[in-house]
């Protein structure tokens, strides 16, 4: 009777330190999920937004200022993503967690000015965002350029696209 005691004691051992670590595993998968979320999501959102740019639908606002200022811009045209990446910029004071800024790698052809291509990139980062915010479910706690957007242990914002 006695080895069978030393085995069941044995054994909720073996199942206690299973689950200590299962537990502790958690937490790092948890916020690696996290990013893998964000970054498809970040992803998806320039996608996006270089769709909507290179069809050329906008609002009735941006289409006036672009058809009194930057015609160019209201014509189908060639843009590619080339990269979505990311960096950690340390933990936020205001917001107390993790800075993620993503930032965008695009190239099109030589006929815009950079003052157009700084409108095509605030179309992107602008989706990318919204992407992120919509995919955390957080629209509501960011304003209405979701700048910077928010997830559970993290604090989103966007670098200016870089054109290569």
Same mark, same amino acid.
């Given at each position: 009777?006695?080895?069978?005691?030393?085995?069941?004691?044995?054994?909720?051992?073996?199942?206690?330190?299973?689950?200590?670590?299962?537990?502790?595993?958690?937490?790092?998968?948890?916020?690696? %999920?996290?990013?893998? /979320?964000?970054?498809?999501?970040?992803? +998806?959102?320039?996608?996006?937004?270089?769709? &909507?740019? !290179?069809?050329?639908?906008?609002?009735?606002?941006?289409?006036?200022?672009?058809?009194?200022?930057?015609?160019?811009?209201?014509?189908?045209?060639?843009?590619?993503?080339?990269?979505?990446?990311?960096?950690?910029?340390?933990?936020?004071?205001?917001?107390?967690?993790?800075?993620?800024?993503?930032?965008?790698?695009?190239?099109?052809?030589?006929?815009?000015? %950079?003052?157009?291509? /700084?409108?095509?990139?605030?179309?992107? +980062?602008?989706?990318?965002?919204?992407?992120? &915010?919509? !995919?955390?479910?957080?629209?509501?706690?960011?304003?209405?350029?979701?700048?910077?957007?928010?997830?559970?242990?993290?604090?989103?914002?966007?670098?200016?696209?870089?054109?290569?």
């Amino acid at each position: 009777m006695d080895n069978k005691a030393q085995m069941s004691a044995e054994l909720l051992l073996l199942f206690g330190t299973l689950i200590i670590i299962l537990m502790i595993s958690m937490v790092f998968i948890a916020g690696e %999920n996290e990013l893998n /979320v964000a970054m498809a999501a970040a992803r +998806n959102g320039a996608i996006e937004g270089l769709a &909507a740019s !290179s069809s050329g639908i906008y609002p009735i606002d941006t289409y006036r200022e672009y058809s009194n200022s930057k015609t160019g811009l209201l014509y189908p045209y060639s843009v590619e993503i080339v990269n979505v990446s990311y960096a950690e910029l340390g933990e936020d004071m205001n917001y107390d967690k993790k800075w993620i800024q993503f930032t965008v790698y695009a190239k099109t052809s030589d006929r815009f000015d %950079n003052d157009e291509l /700084v409108s095509i990139g605030d179309r992107i +980062n602008y989706n990318l965002r919204k992407s992120v &915010a919509i !995919s955390f479910n957080t629209t509501q706690a960011t304003n209405k350029l979701y700048n910077p957007v928010f997830s559970p242990h993290y604090v989103f914002t966007t670098a200016n696209v870089k054109w290569v």
